[in-house]
């Protein structure tokens, strides 16, 4: 049982290089999200999404972009990539069922460094 | 302004010792409140849920306190073992929201 994956594991980046990170779930979740953490500064959710076709703004969604096409992926993108984006980002999803108090689950991040 | 807080310095406890962290909240009124755990290199684990209507929650080793009066959880490993040695980070919800707030985590250290 896969769970969340994340691909890459790792990336390093030139400033002003565009990348795409992947989140794929094979729980069939219907609410995805992305983190980014940073240190000392916790969890911060950037963008998430309540279904297929359908995203919206966390906390911190400046210079990112996100796309759920398909249910079991959503994907985080960066167009132009700043050093300020240097970061661990986790993906994750949770289902919608019984109640809205289910836990989240968490894939194992991607590691991205901008030079 | 909204705010979650955990203790940013790690606890060191001796094994078989009980681990005490806390996660106060200000200007929130959460439905629930959850605890993750988080191993280096590795995404949040989740533990434990606790209701606003809850006093206490426990498993195995594990309890939760919930004081809405207070604003704060209190969150104890007992018997603690070095495997328990990891961030534990809490988390808040409300209802009419879909996210999760998390605190920055606490780190603890169980000496053998």
């Known amino acids: 049982n896969a769970g969340v994956t994340q691909t890459p594991k790792f990336r390093v980046l030139k400033t002003g290089q565009s990348m795409t990170l992947l989140c794929a779930q094979d729980m069939n979740h219907e609410y995805m999200y992305w983190y980014r953490q940073d240190p000392g500064m916790g969890l911060r959710l950037i963008h998430y999404s309540v279904g297929e076709g359908t995203t919206a703004k966390g906390e911190v969604p400046d210079g990112y972009n996100v796309s759920r096409l398909k249910k079991q992926n959503f994907l985080l993108g960066l167009e132009s990539a700043a050093p300020s984006q240097t970061s661990v980002y986790f993906c994750a999803s949770r289902s919608s069922g019984g109640s809205s108090n289910q836990p989240q689950h968490f894939g194992d991040g991607t590691r991205l460094s901008i030079l | 302004s909204q705010k979650i807080e955990q203790n940013s310095e790690a606890l060191n406890i001796q094994e078989g010792k009980t681990a005490t962290l806390t996660c106060n909240y200000t200007n929130y009124s959460p439905a629930y409140l959850q605890w993750y755990r988080q191993d280096p290199g590795r995404g949040p684990v989740f533990l434990l849920l606790?209701?606003?209507?809850?006093k206490e929650k426990r498993k195995e080793r594990l309890k939760v306190t919930f004081d809405t009066t207070l604003k704060q959880s209190l969150f104890h490993i007992t018997a603690s073992q070095p495997a328990d040695s990891a961030t534990y980070l809490c988390a808040l919800f409300r209802y009419g929201n879909n996210r999760l707030a998390f605190g920055k985590g606490n780190q603890v250290v169980v000496i053998p």
């Open positions: 606790i209701r606003e209507n809850e």
